[in-house]
């Protein structure tokens, strides 16, 4: 499985996903943990962070296991 470099505290688990019609082991990273560690430790606001993880990890695919991010629930769903 692939991982992103420094960002192991973020790791929430696995999912099996279909991806390009294969059944795939990925991991799922916790999107505001992922926040914190950027502000933490980069010094970037929650809103550069937000946006630096929608187009550089979201947006960025590195073959069939790219992980996922996840999010919490919005209230639009409950």
């Given at each position: 499985m692939?991982?992103?470099d420094?960002?192991?505290?973020?790791?929430c688990?696995q999912?099996c996903?279909w991806?390009?019609?294969t059944?795939i082991?990925?991991?799922?990273y916790d999107g505001?943990k992922?926040?914190?560690?950027f502000?933490?430790?980069?010094g970037?606001?929650?809103?550069?962070?937000e946006e630096f993880?929608?187009?550089?990890?979201?947006?960025?695919?590195?073959?069939q296991e790219?992980?996922?991010?996840?999010?919490?629930?919005?209230e639009?769903?409950?």
């Amino acid at each position: 499985m692939i991982k992103y470099d420094g960002l192991d505290e973020a790791i929430c688990g696995q999912a099996c996903i279909w991806r390009d019609q294969t059944r795939i082991d990925v991991l799922v990273y916790d999107g505001m943990k992922i926040i914190d560690i950027f502000v933490d430790r980069d010094g970037m606001t929650p809103e550069e962070a937000e946006e630096f993880i929608e187009f550089n990890i979201e947006d960025g695919y590195i073959g069939q296991e790219t992980p996922v991010v996840m999010w919490p629930v919005q209230e639009e769903y409950e």
